[in-house]
C-alpha cells in the first residue's frame, strides 16, 4: 500500500520553475480561490475562470456552435468546432476534446484559444465538448457524455468532412481524465475506438499518492488540496473512486487502446501519475510517448503567448497529432 509523504507547505528552494513561469503562476494564484484562504465552493471556482481568458485571437480557424445528443435520457450537449480554414482536398482527422476544470468549472470559452491552436497546428477539426459538471451532475456523467460525444463524432465523421478513422480524443486535467477514460468505455462497450488520446497534465488517480503531490502540494498554483477538493465533488458521498472510468490510473487492463501523448509539467501534483499511466501503457504494448516541461506547473498552457514553454508544448502536440492522424490532405 502506497502511503502517501507529507505535503510541502511552500515552494521548494530553489524555485524550480522558471522566472517567466513564477511570475504568471504567482498571478494566476493570487485571483483564485484557495482552500487555504477558505472552504471552497463551485460558484466561485466559476467566476474565477468565467472570464473567457482563454480566448486568443488566432488566424486560419473558424469556430461554430451547436448541439450533439447526449446520452440516452441526457440532455444535448453543447460543442463548438474549430474549422482550420486552410484548403483539403481530402478529409480531415477530427479532435473530440474535454476541458479541465476539475470537473467543475470552465468552459468552452476558458479553452477556446488552445482548441483553436490545436486546429491550425494539426490540421484537424477540432470539437470541444461542453460536458455536464459536478456537484449538480457527478460521476458517471461527464464520462458518459464524452463517451456519447466521441462515438457521435466517429459516426458523424463524413458529415463534417472528416475520416472516421482518424478521430482522435484528448483534454487537460480532468478532462484528460475523460479522455483517457473514452478509450476505456469504447474497448469494454464495443464501441469506435479512438486512434489516438491526447492527454494534457491529466487526472487518473484519486489517490493522489506520488511524491509530485506531496512536493509540488502547494506555491505552483494548483494545489493538492484543489485536486482533492475536486474528486469529491465529481464523486460524491457514494461514487466508487477506484472505477477505471473514474481513475483511468488504476484500470486493471490497459490492452488495446490507442497510441498515446502525455504532456506533463515539472512543478504539478499530477505529475507522477501521468508518469505512472504511461508506463502502465508501454507494459500492455500501447505506444506512450510523454513530453515533460522542466520549469512549468499545472495548467501552463493557459499561458500560451506569454510563456515560451507553453508555445512549445502546444506546437510539439500538434505535430504529434499530424503524425499519428495524418495531416488533411492539400
Known amino acids: 500500500m502506497n502511503t502517501p509523504r507529507p505535503p510541502a507547505t511552500e515552494p521548494r528552494s530553489p524555485d524550480p520553475l522558471t522566472p517567466a513561469a513564477r511570475q504568471i503562476c504567482d498571478a494566476m494564484a493570487a485571483t483564485f480561490?484557495?482552500?487555504?484562504?477558505?472552504?471552497?465552493?463551485?460558484?466561485?471556482?466559476?467566476?474565477?475562470?468565467?472570464?473567457?481568458?482563454?480566448?486568443?485571437?488566432?488566424?486560419?480557424?473558424?469556430?461554430?456552435?451547436?448541439?450533439?445528443?447526449?446520452?440516452?435520457?441526457?440532455?444535448?450537449?453543447?460543442?463548438?468546432?474549430?474549422?482550420?480554414?486552410?484548403?483539403?482536398?481530402?478529409?480531415?482527422?477530427?479532435?473530440?476534446?474535454?476541458?479541465?476544470?476539475?470537473?467543475?468549472?470552465?468552459?468552452?470559452?476558458?479553452?477556446?484559444?488552445l482548441c483553436r491552436e490545436l486546429a491550425v497546428l494539426?490540421?484537424?477539426?477540432?470539437?470541444?465538448?461542453?460536458?455536464?459538471?459536478?456537484?449538480e451532475d457527478r460521476f458517471p456523467a461527464a464520462a458518459e457524455d464524452a463517451y456519447a460525444a466521441?462515438?457521435?463524432?466517429?459516426?458523424?465523421?463524413?458529415?463534417?468532412?472528416?475520416?472516421?478513422?482518424?478521430?482522435?480524443?484528448?483534454?487537460?486535467?480532468?478532462?484528460?481524465?475523460?479522455?483517457?477514460?473514452?478509450t476505456l468505455m469504447a474497448r469494454d462497450r464495443g464501441g469506435r475506438q479512438p486512434a489516438a488520446q491526447l492527454l494534457l497534465y491529466p487526472a487518473l488517480d484519486h489517490r493522489l499518492t506520488g511524491d509530485s503531490a506531496a512536493d509540488y502540494a502547494t506555491g505552483y498554483f494548483h494545489?493538492?488540496?484543489?485536486?482533492?477538493?475536486?474528486?469529491?465533488?465529481?464523486?460524491?458521498?457514494?461514487?466508487?473512486?477506484?472505477?477505471?472510468?473514474?481513475?483511468?490510473?488504476?484500470?486493471?487492463?490497459?490492452?488495446?487502446?490507442p497510441p498515446a501523448l502525455l504532456v506533463l509539467p515539472e512543478c504539478d501534483p499530477l505529475r507522477d501519475e501521468g508518469r505512472a499511466y504511461a508506463a502502465a501503457l508501454r507494459a500492455a504494448?500501447?505506444?506512450?510517448?510523454?513530453?515533460?516541461?522542466?520549469?512549468?506547473?499545472?495548467?501552463?498552457?493557459?499561458?500560451?503567448?506569454?510563456?515560451?514553454?507553453?508555445?512549445?508544448a502546444v506546437e510539439a502536440a500538434g505535430a504529434w497529432l499530424t503524425e499519428v492522424l495524418g495531416a488533411a490532405a492539400t
Not at 77 to 103: C, D, K, Q, S, T
Not at 122 to 135: F, Q
Not at 226 to 237: A, I, N
Not at 285 to 312: C, K, N, Q, S, W
Open 122 to 135: 494539426s490540421g484537424a477539426l477540432v470539437m470541444s465538448v461542453d460536458y455536464r459538471r459536478a456537484p
Open 285 to 312: 504494448g500501447i505506444e506512450a510517448r510523454v513530453d515533460e516541461h522542466g520549469g512549468t506547473f499545472h495548467g501552463f498552457l493557459g499561458a500560451m503567448g506569454y510563456l515560451p514553454a507553453a508555445d512549445l
Open 33 to 113: 480561490p484557495d482552500p487555504a484562504r477558505g472552504p471552497l465552493d463551485a460558484g466561485s471556482l466559476r467566476r474565477a475562470t468565467g472570464s473567457g481568458a482563454g480566448r486568443l485571437p488566432r488566424e486560419g480557424v473558424a469556430a461554430t456552435d451547436r448541439s450533439i445528443p447526449g446520452p440516452p435520457g441526457s440532455p444535448a450537449l453543447p460543442v463548438r468546432l474549430y474549422r482550420p480554414e486552410a484548403e483539403a482536398n481530402g478529409p480531415r482527422p477530427l479532435l473530440v476534446f474535454f476541458h479541465g476544470g476539475g470537473w467543475v468549472m470552465c468552459d468552452l470559452d476558458t479553452h477556446d484559444g
Open 150 to 182: 466521441t462515438q457521435w463524432a466517429v459516426e458523424q465523421a463524413a458529415e463534417l468532412g472528416c475520416d472516421p478513422g482518424r478521430v482522435a480524443v484528448g483534454g487537460d486535467s480532468s478532462g484528460g481524465g475523460l479522455a483517457a477514460a473514452v
Open 223 to 257: 494545489t493538492t488540496a484543489h485536486m482533492r477538493w475536486y474528486w469529491e465533488q465529481y464523486l460524491g458521498p457514494g461514487g466508487d473512486p477506484a472505477h477505471p472510468y473514474a481513475s483511468p490510473g488504476l484500470a486493471p487492463d490497459l490492452t488495446g487502446l
